[in-house]
C-alpha cells in the first residue's frame, strides 16, 4: 500500500504546488510508482499534468486526479493499490479541505519561505497536523543564496519547536521553468543545483518514511 504525503499550508503561494511536482518527479526518477492528487480548485497542478501530455514518451507517466476534498478518502483508496506514494496537493485558505487531507496523510509537508511573517503563518497547518496526530515537517523553500534570513528563521522555528527537513528548496528558475514545460526540474534540467536539491529532498523524505 502506497505512502501518502499530503502538501499543506494555509498561507497562499507557499510553493505547495512547486513541492508536488518536483517530489512526484524526483521520486518517479528514483523508480517508485507515484500517482498525484489534486483538491485544489484552482487546479494548478492539474493544469501542470496538461502540459505534461504533450511531452509523453519522453518522461515518466505520473497519474493525476483532481476530486473535492470530500471525495479523497474514496479516491486515495483506488490510487493507492497501484503506486507506492500518493502526493496530495492541497488550497490554501481552506481550513476543512486540509484537515481531511491531513487526516489521510503518512506524513505532513508544510512550506514556508524563510521569514519571520511566513514562519508565523505555518503555524496553524503545523498545529492542525499535530492535533490529527500525523507526522510533520517544515521545508523551507525559496531560501536566497546567501544572506541572514536563513539563520534567523533557524532560530525562530527552533524558539517555536518547528520541525524543519534538513533539506531546503532554494529560490531558483530553474523550477519555474520546468513547470511551465510540464516538467520537473530532474527532467527538464537534471545536473542543475535546483534538481540536485529535489533528488536531496525526495531521498530525506524516503528515510523519514522508512
Ligand atoms: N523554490 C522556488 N524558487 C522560485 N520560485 C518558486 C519556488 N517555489 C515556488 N515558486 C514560485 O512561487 C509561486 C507560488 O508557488 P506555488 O504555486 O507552488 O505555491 P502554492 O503554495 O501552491 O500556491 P497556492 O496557495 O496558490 O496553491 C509560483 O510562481 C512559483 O513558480
Ligand atoms: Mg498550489
Known amino acids: 500500500m502506497a505512502r501518502v504525503i499530503c502538501v499543506a499550508q494555509q498561507k497562499g503561494g507557499a510553493g505547495k504546488t512547486t513541492l508536488v511536482v518536483q517530489l512526484a518527479t524526483a521520486f518517479a526518477e528514483a523508480g517508485r510508482r507515484v500517482a498525484m492528487v489534486d483538491t485544489d480548485p484552482q487546479a494548478s497542478l492539474a493544469g501542470w499534468a496538461a502540459l505534461r501530455e504533450r511531452a509523453a514518451g519522453r518522461v515518466a507517466e505520473l497519474p493525476l486526479s483532481a476530486v473535492g476534498g470530500w471525495r479523497l478518502g474514496v479516491e486515495l483508496e483506488r490510487v493507492r493499490r497501484a503506486a507506492d506514494l500518493v502526493l496530495v496537493d492541497t488550497p490554501p485558505h481552506a481550513e476543512a479541505e ?83 514545460r510540464g516538467l520537473g526540474v530532474v527532467e527538464s534540467e537534471p545536473r542543475s543545483r535546483a534538481a540536485a536539491e529535489s533528488r536531496a529532498l525526495a531521498a530525506e523524505i524516503a528515510a523519514l518514511l522508512g
Open 98 to 180: 486540509a484537515r481531511t487531507a491531513v487526516r489521510e496523510a503518512d506524513l505532513v509537508l508544510v512550506p514556508s519561505q524563510p521569514s519571520p511573517l511566513d514562519l508565523w503563518a505555518s503555524r496553524g497547518t503545523l498545529e492542525l497536523a499535530a492535533r490529527e496526530g500525523r507526522a510533520v515537517r517544515l521545508l523551507l523553500n525559496r531560501v536566497p543564496a546567501r544572506g541572514r534570513s536563513i539563520a534567523e528563521a533557524e532560530a525562530a522555528m527552533a524558539e517555536a519547536g518547528m520541525a524543519a527537513l534538513e533539506s531546503r528548496l532554494g529560490n531558483r528558475q530553474a523550477f519555474v521553468r520546468a513547470i511551465a
